[in-house]
């Protein structure tokens, strides 16, 4: 990677824009405040097939890292006392989990199925992608999804990627996609997280943040009360509704969503960013290998560098 020189003559790198994030930008894994760690940890192994990675203590928290093979994808930090999530609130609407091929997501929607404390919301064709929707113990919600290939993609003159809702016989898929050898193996199968679904207050100020300020470009902004947006061309790495949320305000201490986690290749990335945000003067706090600041609506944001990890997970 090219690095930025310090002279402000200096030409930047074809890898660092001053105003959007980097093409390599992706998600980590997201960070929730739970009230019973037994009980979740419980729910993404068995009823997601993830596999507990590593755990430490912080004082009264115990923080938990789950995921697939190497790649954490949810942390859980248990925090009992606090409220329970508000669905009316700011926060998350789901986390987004996504899967490498048909059959892989098949196995894994069915082991959700099957877990008693599971509860299916509905599955949908969103012509990039197709995906199925659950909810966890605690109300936080659940995508699994697996991509069409970017060919397949449809953008309409305006630019906007073309997504839409379109009824997905759940029967039918894993009827189709289902195979015994990676059921019983899930756990096995590659997974990480997507996007993140917010819920937000209102759209333009989300936009300000999300777009003007973290850097993220907007894909579909044409469905009243939300607005999708991403880096690289993605359909989507962060989406931002008021359908419960509109007119909601700063979030109040809640079980729920803790952190959203945003890798980008290298420092100089953090540096553009660092120097968005200034402009903005948003406050936000560089430990030199990640940027953290918290959204308008108080949910905490983390920009890192480097690919997931589940020490960077454990530290955040």
Do not use: C
């Not at 009823?47 to 928290?61: H, Q, T, W, Y």
């Not at 048909?102 to 197709?130: I, Y």
């Not at 630019?159 to 756990?187: C, K, Q, W």
């Not at 989300?206 to 359909?235: C, I, K, N, Q």
């Amino acid at each position: 990677m090219i690095t930025i020189e310090s002279t402000q003559s200096a030409i930047a790198s074809p890898a660092v824009n001053d105003s959007t994030l980097s093409a390599s930008t992706g998600m980590d894994a997201v960070t929730l405040r739970v009230g019973d760690l037994e009980n979740m940890s419980s729910y993404y192994a068995n009823a997601l097939a993830m596999v507990p990675l590593e755990e430490v203590s912080r004082g009264s928290e115990v923080h938990r890292v789950l995921g697939r093979g190497t790649t954490p994808m949810v942390k859980l930090v248990s925090t009992p006392g606090l409220p329970a999530v508000d669905p009316r609130q700011a926060g998350l609407f789901h986390t987004a989990f996504l899967y490498e091929d048909q059959a892989s997501l098949a196995a894994t929607v069915a082991h959700a199925a099957q877990n008693t404390n599971s509860r299916f919301v509905g599955s949908s064709d969103h012509l990039v992608s197709e995906a199925f929707y659950f909810t966890d113990p605690e109300g936080n919600g659940i995508e699994l999804y697996v991509d069409r290939d970017r060919s397949q993609w449809i953008h309409t003159d305006e630019g906007e990627v073309r997504m839409d809702t379109i009824y997905l016989d759940p029967n039918a898929f894993l009827a189709e996609h289902l195979d015994d050898s990676i059921v019983a193996n899930t756990s096995a199968q590659p997974g990480k997280v997507g996007h993140v679904h917010l819920q937000v207050g209102d759209v333009p100020t989300a936009r300000a943040f999300y777009v003007d300020a973290l850097g993220f470009e907007p894909t579909f902004a044409s469905m009243p009360g939300v607005l999708f947006a991403s880096a690289g061309g993605y359909h989507h790495h962060v989406a931002m509704n008021t359908w419960n949320s509109k007119g909601a305000g700063p979030r109040a201490a809640a079980l729920g969503l803790g952190d959203v986690a945003i890798t980008v290749p290298g420092r100089e990335d953090l540096d553009a960013l660092v120097a968005r945000l200034n402009v903005r003067k948003i406050q936000f706090a560089d430990d030199g290998g990640s940027v953290r600041l918290t959204d308008p609506w108080g949910t905490q944001v983390t920009v890192g560098t480097g690919v997931s990890s589940v020490d960077e997970a454990l530290a955040r």
